[in-house]
């Protein structure tokens, strides 16, 4: 009889487990909720925003730290619209080439609520946003303890090198000094002389040199303001959180829950002015009312979006997903409402080049967009073989070797044609890309590549000294077997012109003793915009950025005093056609000398559901979820359609296990008996 | 039996003390200084901020000896830090390394005691069946699935897992976790029940071996020539006097709970302390990962100790000298 209840509670608890089981991995209490769901891989690795520097990274912080500048959001190229700043400052001219940029900040900005403000002891929550607080971000790059990845561009701004040796020069010597309040250690450090602070919501900001490009650096979070509070208060000390932990922003969102390796949860911050003074119809709180030839198909400028005040969701909920197969399944059943493609997926998904039926069936939609970024394979310019040193034998060689890569060919196999042939280091959507520009030297033509091998000194591609084919090294820092396969593809098309090129795959450290050493000759590399200008991919060959020397992003150890001096020009200038002939020039030089093998520009292709609107890649790493929004009820509906449970399997399982162990009960009863 | 403990411990102490210095070798044979930096301030950070990164965490330091002060050098700064439990903070991110044992640990327990739990209440009825049904077409059966159960890849269950009970017939959500007390099952099923059927195959068969070796005993021959049914040897005899080779896989692993399981906690997205490893793993973090491999050590000494322990509880006739 005992056992006759057991088995019944038994069977009533699986029918109840049945019953309530829901492969739906939110609360209920926010499913009518305007609430997006994204997924993320790896867990941000500080959201302080003078140091954060990856995508992830930007993605919260970007969303929950105004900055005075930002993107518009549809336009192309990209346009820099007043974000915190009342308007964008134009660049005024000082002496000794001194140039000095007059930032306004809007009146009646506040940062989000937040336990820091309480340290005056009345219990404030916030405060007013004033021109100090842009001026202490700014003392914060040069801080040496903060370790800002951008002090060195930002060096530019007068004064501010000065501060940061002081800074350490008193902290090393007064350790009194390194206890004192953050705001009080910066204030006795001395002021930054191309920061001043002039008046409560004007700010003049002083660059050593003509710099146009430093706008771009005020749309990103590095100079967004933080207030001293948060600074001082998060310090990681007696149970206390870290800054770069606790983010005190002025955003559109507040972080209202940051578990990194779960959850990462951010609402309306009720402080931010867009909320606060809709009636202000500031560029950067309204859905914009034009876009680029494309938005208005895309419906990207529905009449229900434009003019609407921002944000148009509730809040974003980022949830951790180390593997991108559960990731995606999770997309394919409604409980994220955009992701990217997996390659495992990629064929169910994308048929020649467009979504495939099923996915369109389900209302999906496909975005794709051009990644202002640009991957390379490039020489060594020290090397005797490859390099300079050879004169026009070398440059001959790289030439027929730059013809021998067929780019379309090697994002067919290795990218599923996620990209576009690139015919110079400048990506689509930025100022100096021209799309029917054809690079000679990139095009397949193996006939043109031999005879230039011809007159090289390598007839065939045998090097006259061996009488073999020339060797060369392609050196590698990834031992994979997937980069390996890469690799190989390019070895395989110099081999067609008689070319012995073998892969030194080392480990990332070995490679980057390689770099130091300069002991490397071809090596395949990639950059991403930080910043929509042709200064931002063209410095990457700029004299004083070689790598081997100076420790510099120009891997390829190029110079060219020629390509340098327009470099200056071409820096120093606002868009406009003088800039664009020197691009050219530029060019006609990268051209010539094929210190690179432009390979191309990648695509990105981004999945959404039908229920989410506006959606438009950005490119670079900027914050676009105010603009977002949702149908929450189509998200229900579909949803609960697609995530029906099919019950009868378990029932099934249930009956076939009692039919396993019951003989053995029965024996053991029996035998008891 | 103190005197046993303490002997032991002091063994233990050798063995952390080789772990520690092997764990160091070998991290830095495969990585440097520079790889954790790079890591941590990222690809396009100049050298300027990849040095002071280092400077501010110590890895600007001689690597084992320092010539000028001896005391100052990144071996002795690992060994000092681990010996003390002063963890210090990620590399990763600066978070408080003790900080993120806390919060792993919960995650870590709530899959992994349910999955001991469980595994026990499953694999022990199980050995007990197949051993009483030895030499017949059910313990044969056992064999073949037990075998096939063992061949298969813990992630492939995984995967199929999760296509199966998640994706085709959506009872469960495919990873994720919620600590609440009322959904944290929902997210906990398909892990537990991966977990288990991962598992089942060699522990059914190992204790199916113990129950076999057991049953043929003078004890056993004794009980059978009395009358007493199979069934009841087995639970009521059998059973209790294989408990020395069950602690001995079990009592062991026991301390070892809290350090999660790495596989499970990665797929399913449970922030556990597995979890936890792997990402340390995956961003260079040497700070995170030593305190993991020298908690591990230390817990897996301590699950030894105990076994040896258990064995005085179950059978008198063991001493601890």
């Known amino acids: ?673 | 039996m103190w005197a046993y403990v303490v002997r032991r411990l002091a063994y233990s102490l050798v063995i952390i003390l080789g772990v520690l210095f092997l764990l160091f070798v070998l991290f830095f044979l495969v990585t440097t200084p520079d790889d954790i930096a790079r890591k941590a301030v990222g690809e396009k950070a100049p050298p300027q901020a990849l040095e002071q990164w280092k400077k501010n965490h110590g890895y600007d330091k001689p690597r084992f000896w320092n010539r000028e002060h001896p005391a100052d050098s990144m071996l002795v700064d690992h060994f000092r830090r681990m010996l003390t439990f002063d963890f210090g903070n990620s590399d990763a991110d600066d978070t408080p390394i003790w900080r993120r044992l806390r919060s792993g640990a919960g995650p870590s327990l709530s899959l992994t005691l349910p999955l001991f739990a469980l595994g026990l209440l499953l694999t022990i009825p199980l050995g007990l069946l197949v051993a009483f049904f030895r030499e017949t077409y059910i313990d044969r059966m056992g064999v073949v699935l037990c075998v096939l159960a063992m061949s298969i890849s813990t992630v492939l269950y995984i995967i199929g897992g999760q296509y199966l009970i998640a994706r085709v017939l959506r009872w469960f959500p495919i990873s994720g976790f919620d600590p609440s007390p009322v959904v944290i099952g929902r997210f906990l099923a398909v892990p537990v029940l991966v977990g288990l059927l991962a598992g089942v195959g060699d522990s059914v068969r190992f204790y199916r071996a113990v129950f076999v070796e057991e049953s043929g005993r003078d004890y056993v021959r004794t009980a059978r020539a009395k009358g007493c049914g199979e069934a009841r040897i087995l639970v009521h005899h059998v059973l209790r006097n294989s408990l020395v080779p069950i602690l001995t896989q079990v009592v062991v692993v026991i301390p070892s709970l809290v350090m999660g399981s790495i596989l499970l906690e990665s797929f399913f997205g449970i922030p556990g302390l597995g979890s936890i490893t792997v990402d340390a793993i995956n961003a260079n973090d040497f700070a995170t990962l030593r305190t993991m491999v020298y908690l591990g050590s230390l817990l897996f000494i301590l699950g030894q100790i105990l076994t040896d322990v258990s064995y005085t509880l179950v059978d008198p006739r063991v001493r601890l000298e």
């Not at chain 1, 150890?557 to 120093?572: C, G, H, I, T, V």
């Not at chain 1, 995530?643 to 249930?654: M, S």
């Open chain 1, 1 to 673: 009889m005992k056992g006759g209840r057991g088995g019944l509670c038994a069977a009533l608890s699986v029918l109840v487990v049945l019953g309530a089981c829901t492969n739906n991995p939110y609360p209920d209490v926010d499913a009518g909720k305007k609430l997006l769901y994204l997924p993320f891989d790896e867990p941000p690795k500080t959201l302080d925003p003078q140091v954060a520097y990856s995508t992830i990274d930007h993605s919260v912080i970007g969303n929950v730290y105004d900055t005075l500048l930002e993107y518009d959001y549809l336009k192309r190229p990209y346009t820099l619209i007043p974000g915190l700043a009342s308007e964008v400052p134009t660049p005024q001219p000082l002496t000794d080439g001194r140039v000095s940029y007059h930032f306004r900040l809007r009146d009646d900005l506040f940062f989000a609520d937040d336990p820091a403000f309480a340290l005056d002891g009345k219990g404030t929550k916030t405060r007013q946003v004033v021109a100090k607080d842009v001026a202490f971000s700014l003392a914060r790059i040069a801080d040496p303890e903060v370790n800002s990845p951008v002090f060195e561009t930002l060096a530019k701004i007068d004064g501010l090198r000065e501060f940061s040796e002081r800074l350490k020069k008193l902290r090393a010597e007064d350790p009194a000094f390194a206890e004192l309040r953050i705001d009080e250690q910066y204030a006795r450090a001395g002021p930054i002389s191309g920061v001043r602070v002039t008046g409560p919501l004007g700010l003049e900001i002083v660059l050593t040199e003509s710099y146009p490009q430093i706008l771009y650096w005020f749309a990103m979070p590095f100079t967004a303001p933080v207030p001293w509070e948060g600074v001082a208060t998060y310090d990681g000390r007696e149970g206390r959180d870290l800054f770069s932990e606790h983010p005190t922003g002025t955003g559109p969102w507040k972080l209202v829950e940051y578990d990194k390796r779960l959850r990462i949860a951010l609402r309306r911050n009720p402080n931010w002015y867009g909320i606060r003074h809709p009636e202000w119809r500031a560029p950067g709180a309204i859905y914009p009312e034009v876009g680029e030839s494309g938005d208005a198909a895309a419906g990207r400028l529905a009449p229900s979006a434009v003019g609407q005040a921002l944000p148009l969701l509730e809040g974003i909920e980022f949830r951790r997903e180390k593997e991108s197969i559960p990731a995606f399944a999770k997309f394919l059943q409604g409980y994220y409402d955009a992701s990217g493609i997996i390659k495992e997926s990629f064929d169910r998904v994308i048929r020649n080049g467009e979504l495939s039926p099923e996915m369109a069936a389900r209302g999906m939609s496909l975005s794709k967009s051009v990644v202002p970024a640009t991957y390379y394979l490039g020489f060594n310019m020290d090397d005797p073989v490859v390099g300079r040193e050879g004169g026009d034998q070398s440059r001959k060689l790289r030439e027929a070797m730059s013809l021998a890569i067929d780019s379309k060919e090697y994002t067919r196999l290795f990218t599923n044609s996620r990209g576009i042939p690139a015919e110079s280091p400048i990506p689509p959507g930025i100022f100096g890309y021209e799309e029917d520009y054809r690079n000679p030297y990139r095009e397949v033509d193996l006939e043109r590549a031999r005879t230039l091998l011809r007159d090289a000194g390598y007839p065939g591609g045998i090097d006259p000294k061996t009488g073999a084919p020339l060797k060369l090294s392609f050196d590698s820092p990834d031992t994979s077997a997937a980069a390996l396969l890469q690799f190989q593809f390019f070895v395989d098309a110099w081999r067609k012109i008689g070319l012995d090129v073998s892969i030194a795959a080392t480990s990332y450290n070995q490679f980057q003793d390689k770099i130091r050493r300069g002991a490397y000759q071809i090596f395949q590399w990639g950059w991403v915009a930080d910043y929509p200008d042709p200064e931002n991919f063209l410095f990457l060959l700029w004299t004083p950025m070689g790598r081997t020397h100076g420790g510099g992003p120009n891997t390829a150890n190029f110079s060219d005093p020629r390509y340098d001096e327009l470099f200056l020009q071409m820096k120093a200038r606002g868009n406009d056609e003088k800039r664009l002939e020197l691009i050219r020039e530029m060019r006609g030089i990268l051209e010539k000398e094929r210190p690179w093998i432009e390979l191309f520009h990648p695509e990105s292709y981004l999945l959404t559901q039908g229920w989410l609107h506006n959606e438009k890649p950005p490119g670079l790493s900027i914050p676009t979820a105010k603009y977002l929004d949702i149908d929450t009820a189509q998200r229900a509906e579909l949803r609960n359609a697609w995530n029906q449970p099919i019950r009868w399997p378990a029932y099934a399982a249930a009956g076939l296990t009692l039919l396993v162990i019951l003989p053995g009960i029965f024996t053991y009863l029996r035998e008891r008996q």
